[in-house]
T-cell receptor, first 114, second 112 residues
Framework: GAGVSQSPSNKVTEKGKDVELRCDPI?????LYWYRQRLGQGLEFLIY????????KSGLPSDRFSAERTGESVSTLTIQRTQQEDSAVYLC????????????FGPGTRLTVT | QKEVEQNSGPLSVPEGAIASLNCTYS??????FFWYRQYSGKSPELIMS????GDKEDGRFTAQLNKASQYVSLLIRDSQPSDSATYLC????????????FGSGTRLSIRP
């Protein structure tokens, strides 16, 4: 079946602009995760959703970052007033009910803030 | 102290040899442990999971877990050039259900 998809694949934006990143999880997967990966670094947890609720938002770096999920499917990560340090690959992953730790990753969105 | 620690490498191993990747974690309450492989420019993919002390084998891969020492490792037998990638160790967060913490990864290079 179809895997996790993310859009756009690449985004170049000017400092101060808002950006919206989208994730479509695998159909039927109840959990959805957002991570940030800077060049040459590991995965930095941002937020996860169980259904439409977000039990853990502890990884969001600042109040410029927000995320929502609707209908237990699509999720959007919004970054307001982007800064150069926001430049990274943003990865989304989903996992099935009963196997919350077996995460399937999307291809990521490469964000460049100029 | 980082929650999940790995040697960043690069680890260079000759083709056909055994590659040994190590990981330590700080949360004694962690119960689930994972190894993900990430090729350059690609997303991570799950290759092994282990939940009990001891060894778990899957093809050329063996995961080893020692909860007393808070140590988990991945052995790759008969290493192939296609095994060249970054290997990420991940551990469940005892304090936050359904969350896993990733290490920063070890870059493995298999030389022909």
């Amino acid at each position: 079946g179809a895997g996790v998809s993310q859009s756009p694949s690449n985004k170049v934006t000017e400092k101060g602009k808002d950006v919206e990143l989208r994730c479509d999880p695998i159909s039927g997967h109840t959990a959805l995760y957002w991570y940030r990966q800077r060049l040459g670094q590991g995965l930095e947890f941002l937020i996860y959703f169980q259904g439409n609720s977000a039990p853990d938002k502890s990884g969001l770096p600042s109040d410029r970052f927000s995320a929502e999920r609707t209908g237990e499917s699509v999720s959007t990560l919004t970054i307001q007033r982007t800064q150069q340090e926001d430049s990274a690959v943003y990865l989304c992953a989903s996992s099935p009910s009963g196997s919350p730790y077996e995460q399937y990753f999307g291809p990521g969105t490469r964000l460049t803030v100029t | 102290q980082k929650e999940v620690e790995q040697n960043s490498g690069p680890l260079s191993v000759p083709e056909g040899a055994i590659a040994s990747l190590n990981c330590t974690y700080s949360d004694r309450g962690s119960q689930s442990f994972f190894w993900y492989r990430q090729y350059s420019g690609k997303s991570p993919e799950l290759i092994m999971s282990i939940y009990s002390n001891g060894d778990k084998e899957d093809g050329r891969f063996t995961a080893q877990l020692n909860k007393a020492s808070q140590y988990v490792s991945l052995l790759i037998r008969d290493s192939q050039p296609s095994d060249s990638a970054t290997y990420l160790c991940a551990v469940n967060s005892y304090s936050s259900a359904s969350k896993i913490i990733f290490g920063s990864g070890t870059r493995l290079s298999i030389r022909p």
